[in-house]
C-alpha cells in the first residue's frame, strides 16, 4: 500500500490573520525617514495628502506593531487566502535532495500573484475616505490587474498607465484589466505633462515603471476625486503582504517544521518583504535562525550592485526621497521578461532590513531563472511568473547544496504568482530567444551620478 504523504498545509479561513505585522515596531533602529524632494526636510503627513488617503499615510509612518485588518477586507481576502502552504515533494525527489522544499503559492489569488492583498486593502481605505478613483502604474501587469480587479469589487474607477513595452507585448494582461473595468493608457502618454516631455525626447520610447510612476501620480495631483496607489517599495504595502508570512508560520508549524532558509524574488520587495518580515520578527526575538534570502535579477541589482542612499522613486522626481538601494532613477533596466523586477529602487524597509543585516541578496540571470522554472513546472505542475522564478532558482541552488553536502535543510520560499499570462516569455526561452543581460555598468554609473544630494 502506497502511504500518503501531505502535501498541503491549509488552514481555514478563520485563520486569516487579523493584524498586519509592522516590522519596525521591532527593529533595533528605525529606517530613515522621507525627505521632501524641495526642502531636503523630512515629510509631513500633509505633504503626502493631496496623493494617499489619511489612513495610508498613517500606516506608512506607523510604529504600531500589530495593525487590525479591516472586516471586510478580511472577507474579500476569504476569497483565496489563506493560501495554501506546499511542500515539493516531486521537486524534491527530482533534484534527489535531502532537504525539505516548501513554497508559499500566492497564484491563487484571482488576479495571480500577491498584489492583491494590498490592491484590496489600498482600495478599501481609499474609498472609506470617499475617493472614487485610483490612478496608478502597471509594469508587466500584474499590479495593475490587481488594482482592476479590487476597485471592481468596492466599485471605484481605476486607471492604469502601462509600460509601453509590456503595453504591447502582453494583451491579455491590458484584456484583464479592461474586463474588470478598468482604463489603461500606453505610458509614456501624451495625457500628462511627465509623460509629454518623455515623448518629446524619445518619441519611441518602451517606457519604465519610473516614468509610469510619474504620469500615475501626476494624475492624482492634479485631481481632487483621484488618489494614487502603489503595488510595491512602499511600508504600507509592504505590510499588507505580512499574510504571506503570518500564515506560513502557521502552516510550517503544522508541518512541524522550521525553515533554515527563506526566499523571496525582489523588485520593490513587497512578496520577500510579506514573507520575510514575520519570520524576522521571530528572528529578532530569538525564535527563528533562518537565513534570508532576497533574489534579484542581475540585470537590475538594486541590492547587490546599488547604492544605500536616498533617491526618488521615479523618473520626472515628483515622489519624496526615500533611503533605498538604488541603481539611480534615470536607470532604465534591460528589457528582461521579468517585468516586475525592473524597477531601479529597492523597498527602503527591505533596504534597511539588509543594511542591518537581518537578510541578504544575490542575483539570478534570466536563463538560470527560466531554466529553474521550467524544472520547477515539470515537477510540481505550476508554471511560475518569470519573477518567481528567480526565487525558484535559489530554492533549488540551495536543495542542491543541502545535497552535495548530504545534509537535511528546510527551505521556504514564496512562489509569488502563476505564469499563465507571462506564456510569451516561455515560447521566447523554449525557442532559444532568450538572453542573459550582462550588468549594465556604465548605464548605472551614470544613473548613480546624478543622485540627489541628500542625507
Ligand atoms: C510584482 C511582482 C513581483 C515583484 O514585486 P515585489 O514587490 O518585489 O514583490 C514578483 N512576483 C510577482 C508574481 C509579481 O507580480
Given at each position: ?206 517606457g519604465s515603471l519610473g516614468i509610469a510612476i510619474s504620469e500615475a501620480v501626476e494624475v492624482a495631483a ?32 503544522l508541518a512541524g517544521d522550521e525553515p533554515d532558509v527563506i526566499i523571496g524574488c525582489t523588485g520593490g ?164 530567444k532568450l538572453e542573459n543581460y550582462n550588468y549594465p555598468a556604465e548605464e548605472i554609473a551614470m544613473a ?8
Amino acid at each position: 500500500m502506497l502511504r500518503m504523504e501531505t502535501v498541503q498545509y491549509q488552514l481555514p479561513a478563520s485563520r486569516i490573520p487579523t493584524t498586519w505585522y509592522n516590522i519596525v515596531a521591532d527593529l533595533p533602529s528605525p529606517p530613515a525617514p522621507p525627505l521632501h524632494p524641495g526642502t531636503l526636510k523630512p515629510l509631513g503627513p500633509e505633504d503626502l495628502a493631496p496623493i494617499f488617503p489619511m489612513s495610508l499615510i498613517a500606516q506608512e509612518v506607523s510604529a504600531e506593531r500589530e495593525i487590525e485588518i479591516p472586516g471586510e477586507v478580511r472577507q474579500i481576502y476569504a476569497q483565496w487566502r489563506p493560501s495554501p502552504l506546499v511542500r515539493a515533494r516531486r521537486l524534491e525527489k527530482a533534484l534527489d535532495t535531502p532537504a525539505r522544499i516548501y513554497y508559499k503559492y500566492e497564484g491563487v489569488s484571482p488576479a495571480g500573484s500577491h498584489k492583491l492583498n494590498t490592491a484590496v486593502a489600498q482600495a478599501w481605505y481609499n474609498k472609506q475616505e470617499g475617493v472614487t478613483h485610483l490612478s496608478t502604474e502597471t509594469g508587466a501587469g500584474q499590479w495593475g490587474s490587481a488594482l482592476a480587479m479590487a476597485c471592481a469589487f468596492l466599485g471605484m474607477e481605476c486607471r492604469v498607465f502601462m509600460v509601453r513595452v509590456s503595453y504591447d507585448q502582453k494583451p491579455y494582461r491590458r484584456a484583464l484589466m479592461e474586463a474588470f473595468g478598468a482604463s489603461v493608457t500606453a505610458s509614456p502618454s501624451n495625457q500628462t505633462d511627465s509623460g509629454r516631455a518623455i515623448l518629446a525626447e524619445h518619441p519611441d520610447s518602451n517606457g519604465s515603471l519610473g516614468i509610469a510612476i510619474s504620469e500615475a501620480v501626476e494624475v492624482a495631483a492634479k485631481d481632487p476625486k483621484t488618489k494614487y496607489a502603489l503595488g510595491s517599495v512602499l511600508n504600507h504595502v509592504l505590510l499588507h503582504q505580512t499574510v504571506i508570512g503570518q500564515e506560513a508560520i502557521e502552516q510550517m508549524a503544522l508541518a512541524g517544521d522550521e525553515p533554515d532558509v527563506i526566499i523571496g524574488c525582489t523588485g520593490g520587495g513587497s512578496n520577500f518583504a510579506g514573507l520575510v518580515m514575520p519570520y524576522l520578527g521571530r528572528k529578532l526575538r530569538h525564535q527563528c535562525n533562518a537565513r534570508v534570502i532576497a533574489v534579484e535579477p542581475a540585470a537590475c541589482p538594486s541590492l547587490t550592485k546599488g547604492r544605500f542612499a536616498y533617491d526618488f522613486g521615479d523618473t520626472a522626481h515628483l515622489t519624496p526621497l526615500v533611503k533605498m538601494h538604488t541603481l539611480g532613477s534615470t536607470f532604465v533596466p534591460p528589457g528582461i521578461h521579468a517585468g516586475g523586477l525592473r524597477y531601479h529602487g529597492m523597498a527602503p524597509l527591505v533596504s534597511h532590513v539588509l543594511d542591518l543585516g537581518l537578510a541578504e541578496a544575490t542575483t539570478v540571470q534570466q536563463l538560470d531563472a527560466f531554466s529553474a522554472g521550467i524544472q520547477f513546472a515539470r515537477a510540481e505542475g505550476i508554471v511560475p511568473a518569470p519573477e518567481a522564478n528567480h526565487a525558484v532558482a535559489v530554492a533549488i541552488q540551495q536543495a542542491l547544496e543541502a545535497k552535495a553536502a548530504g545534509k537535511a535543510r528546510t527551505i521556504l520560499f514564496n512562489l509569488s504568482g502563476h505564469g499563465h499570462f507571462d506564456m510569451q516569455s516561455y515560447i521566447d526561452y523554449q525557442a532559444g530567444k532568450l538572453e542573459n543581460y550582462n550588468y549594465p555598468a556604465e548605464e548605472i554609473a551614470m544613473a548613480l551620478a546624478g543622485l540627489p544630494a541628500a542625507g
